[in-house]
């Protein structure tokens, strides 16, 4: 088995390389047995797992996947299943900064495009890449429930709203 | 008609979010007077109120949770819906950042009626991150106020309430696809039946309700079913956020009784159309409703009446396009959203959304095919009413209600290979799609 860089296009389809395990640190490990309380099957924990998975690794990696499937009993193809099957679960590693630029109607009506057409320029992207310097990774993302406020531009967990092209342009600069 | 502040009595205060605020505009008082009554007559008096479900489907909530087994040795669990992810909706988002105890005591409220075993989870959307920081921070607080927990009140009645984090996924709005997620797997729904109340998440009968249908629940108890139904229409009663965006001049989330004249709203309450340029479209209940022309709009928001007028309330999204719109490229992006979100299981929804943007696309990029039109309806027509879920019926109301409604439209678009003169698209062609 060839080994591929996590930033091959092919880096989902990497076979889990036990070389590479991964181990949650004490206090992730910690926060994990607290979300088993939680829930009556340790399956159900998974979601949540996940998500605390993506904040100690940065991403969905093939050996995360094997280590939340040992840990919750799941046979790690079935995490694999729901990892792809989530928007917000990184398959590849993603820039210090995700923005994710919504495009759905409310947003694309008051020109969400673009913005989105300027993050991609001024960075040299194409959706879905990451700065060479791993700075920062632009995609297009469906309705953020903030249409209200449209256009509306996430990064990592934050919400700029009445974005413009120029708000977003100022923005990408400051972030480091 | 008058903008009220019922639901949103709370959310201009300073400090909104705190336990402290909330108590001091006299809230948990309605879950001290609720738990001095039986869980049956709780459940009576939102049967009396009429109260019909704010997420989307507009079911009546006292009927639903009637509908319970009453013989099941199985636990029962409330699951609230804060998925929002229905385009043009941003309404409970407001109560979940603005006034969660509202939601916290709709919830204890609503789970002791129907006998809601232990623990009771609140599915929020992933990407709705500060609210979960905020829901996690008021549930602490009510916690250590006695409102969860162990015999809550001195009542007997335990309770405690989980937030679970979606990860991005619109089909886990739709209620046995949060079941399927809350479980751990992948969103895909379930055939109905049976019901999520005979069988729902972890083989147990199941209630899910929207959050503003929940945080109903405590003004409920306060006032009476009466006071509820003195708001709005018989059938479709109390107060209702409506969420306004698009081409309007003063978008965002509005409070009013139950049947605000949608195009007094528009026009009044929401500062008229951007550009005042003259209107071309309204969707009136989230992306999946099918669209209005301007002459359509005279008519009360409730779900009556949309259904009346061959669309939906849903989840009461109103998206307004102004003139300057391609309906081509509105349409399509609606359809690139269903394509995107289609869960993939069952065969007219996940490749018939896709064909659908297919042509879409390529009716807006000038090679549309005379006959597109025709098939976009037929492929409606495949697709409504023969999917698993109702997400399959949704990708088709934009789409079936835009070709009928403004098919001369399309047929000067893929007649001419452009946009109609005086409208636009919002994209660039030469720029890559996303793939997301
Ligand atoms: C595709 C699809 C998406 C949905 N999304 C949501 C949603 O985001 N939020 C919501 O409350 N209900 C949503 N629903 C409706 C739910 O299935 C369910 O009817 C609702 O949560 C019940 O709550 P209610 O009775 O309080 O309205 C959706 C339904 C479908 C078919
Ligand atoms: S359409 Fe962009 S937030 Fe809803």
């Known amino acids: 088995m060839a080994h591929l860089q996590p930033d091959s296009p092919y880096a989902t389809e990497r076979y889990a390389d036990t070389t590479r ?16 309380e939680r829930y009556p099957t340790k399956e159900a924990a998974l979601l949540p797992a996940l998500h605390l998975a993506q904040e100690e690794f940065g991403w969905i990696s093939p050996e995360v996947m094997v280590y939340l499937g040992t840990l919750l009993e799941i046979e790690p193809a079935k995490v694999f299943g729901v990892v792809s099957f989530y928007n917000m679960y990184n398959q590849k590693p993603v820039g210090k900064h995700h923005v994710q630029v919504c495009t759905n109607l409310s947003c694309m009506i008051r020109n969400a495009y673009d913005i989105y057409d300027r993050c991609l320029e001024k960075l040299g992207l194409q959706p879905g890449e990451t700065t060479k310097d791993g700075r920062i990774t632009v995609t297009e993302v469906e309705c953020l429930g903030s249409c209200g406020t449209a256009p509306v531009v996430q990064i990592n967990n934050d919400y700029h709203e009445n974005a413009s092209v120029e708000s977003i342009d100022k923005l990408l600069d400051t972030l480091k | ?34 738990l001095k009554s039986t869980p049956d007559e709780i459940v009576q008096l939102v049967k009396d109120s009429e109260m019909r479900g704010r997420g989307g489907a507009g079911f009546p909530t006292g009927m639903k949770w009637g509908f319970l087994p009453k013989d099941s040795p199985m636990p029962r669990y409330l699951l609230c819906n804060a998925d929002e992810s229905e385009p043009g909706t941003f309404k409970d988002r407001v109560i979940i950042e603005k006034d969660p105890h509202l939601l916290i005591e709709g919830m204890i409220i609503s789970a002791y009626a ?15 991150y500060k609210g979960a920081m905020i829901l996690v921070k008021a549930l602490e607080e009510a916690r250590a106020k006695g409102f969860l927990g162990k015999n809550i009140l001195g009542s007997g009645f335990d309770l405690d309430i989980t937030v679970h984090r979606g990860a991005g996924a619109y089909i886990c709005g739709e209620e046995m696809g949060l079941i399927e997620s809350i ?14 109340a005979v069988v729902g998440v972890f083989g147990s009968p ?9 945080s109903c629940v405590p003004l409920i108890v306060e006032h009476g079913a009466e006071w509820f139904k003195s708001f709005g229409q018989p059938k479709n009663t109390g107060p209702k956020l409506y969420c306004v965006s698009g081409h309007v001049k003063k978008p965002g989330v509005y409070e009013f009784p139950m049947g605000v004249n949608l195009k007094e709203l528009i026009y009044e309450h929401c500062g008229g159309i951007t550009d005042d340029l003259p209107l071309k479209a309204v969707i009136p209940g989230g992306g999946s409703a099918p669209m209005l022309t301007p002459d359509e709009i005279d008519l009360p928001m409730n779900f009556d009446a949309l259904m009346k007028a061959g669309t939906m309330f849903g989840s009461a999204g109103i998206i307004v396009m102004n003139s300057s719109t391609c309906i081509v490229d509105a349409t399509w992006r609606m359809s690139k959203f269903f394509a995107h979100e289609s869960c993939g299981q069952c065969t007219p929804c996940r490749e018939g959304t896709n064909w659908m943007e297919t042509i879409l696309d390529r009716i807006e990029r000038g090679g549309g095919r005379p006959q597109d039109a025709d098939l976009l309806f037929d492929m409606t027509d495949n697709i409504g009413g023969k999917s698993l879920c109702a997400l399959g019926d949704a990708a088709c109301g934009p789409v079936a209600s835009a070709v009928k409604k403004f098919r001369d439209e399309f047929m000067y678009h893929i007649e001419h290979k452009s946009c109609l003169p005086g409208t636009k698209r919002y994209r660039r062609l030469d720029m890559p799609v996303g793939a997301h």
Do not use: W
């Open chain 1, 21 to 36: 395990s991964v181990e949650f640190k004490p206090d992730a490990k910690a926060k994990f047995d607290a979300l088993l």
């Open chain 2, 1 to 34: 008609m008058e903008p009220i502040k019922v639901l949103t009595k709370n959310v201009d205060k300073p400090n909104s979010a705190a336990i402290d605020t909330y108590i001091a505009g006299g809230g948990y008082e309605s879950l001290k007077k609720a």
């Open chain 2, 114 to 128: 129907i006998k809601s075993c232990p623990m009771s989870y609140i599915y929020i959307r992933g990407e709705f």
């Open chain 2, 183 to 196: 479980e751990g797997h992948r969103g895909q729904p379930r055939v109905k039946p049976p019901f999520p």
């Open chain 2, 206 to 214: 199941t209630i899910v309700n929207n959050v503003e249908t929940l």
